[in-house]
């Protein structure tokens, strides 16, 4: 069946960096397009960053353009996100998501997702 | 990009009906007929339960049904069972592959 492993979270000093990570199996990862989302401490859910199939296309939020960016490595069935620039406000759960048909819609299914804690 | 907006909380008891509503704008929920909703219990992670307005994912039962009506989506759970109890968020397509989820809505089983 469809799996997703999130790993690379922890606690981390404002303005540092890290690298998420996303396993993927069960499917055939280089068909689809892969998402990121975070959530917040006790808040909603935040969509983050969009991956194509083949990683030509990228879009990202506003709240982390130009200091998160997304990759994949199709040959490890893997999934990326780095995180620069970090504030207390990126303090989050973090999932990946596998994308689907239409405008690489929907979310389905989800990681269990790895926690950031950004804190001095 | 702003969250779409949902009920803080709905409740109901089992086998009652409960509606949760999700309004955007002609941007994303009524310029599109990708909307979506998950399901979050506590402490897991986000289950897709309606995408495309109405369709719904194999395994989910029929007593969760979407609908939308100009810049509102809904989702409607009929029957309401004590494992319903949850968060459910509401997703639209924004354009140019961009992606807002609602605010998020409680659902309590009485």
């Known amino acids: 069946q469809v799996q997703l492993v999130e790993f690379g979270g922890g606690v981390v000093q404002p303005g540092r960096s890290l690298r998420l990570s996303c396993a993927a199996s069960?499917?055939?990862?280089?068909?689809?397009?892969m998402h990121w989302v975070r959530q917040a401490p006790g808040k909603g859910l935040e969509w983050v960053a969009l991956i194509s199939y083949d990683g030509s296309y990228k879009y990202y939020a506003d709240s982390v353009k130009g200091r998160f960016t997304i990759s994949r490595d199709n040959s490890k069935n893997t999934l990326y996100l780095q995180v620069n620039s970090l504030r207390t406000e990126d303090t989050a759960v973090y999932y990946c998501?596998?994308?689907?048909?239409?405008?690489?819609?929907?979310?389905?299914?989800w990681g269990q997702g790895t926690l950031v804690a950004v804190s001095s | 990009q702003s969250a779409l907006t949902q009920p803080r909380s709905v409740s109901g008891s089992p086998g009652q009906s409960v509606t949760i509503s999700c309004t955007g704008t002609?941007?994303?929920?009524?310029?599109?007929?990708?909307v979506s909703w998950y399901q979050q219990h506590p402490g897991k992670a986000p289950k897709l339960m309606i995408y495309?307005?109405?369709r719904r994912p194999s395994g989910v039962p029929d007593r969760f049904s979407g609908s939308k009506s100009g810049n509102t989506a809904s989702l409607t759970i009929s029957g309401l069972q004590a494992e319903d109890e949850a968060d459910y968020y509401c997703?639209?397509?924004?354009?140019?592959?961009?992606?807002?989820f609602g605010t998020g809505t409680k659902v309590t089983v009485l």
């Open positions: 495309d307005v109405n």
């Open positions: 997703n639209s397509y924004a354009g140019t592959y961009t992606y807002v």
């Open positions: 069960g499917f055939t990862f280089s068909n689809y397009g």
């Open positions: 998501a596998k994308g689907g048909g239409s405008s690489w819609l929907p979310f389905d299914p």
């Open positions: 002609s941007s994303d929920v009524g310029g599109y007929d990708y």
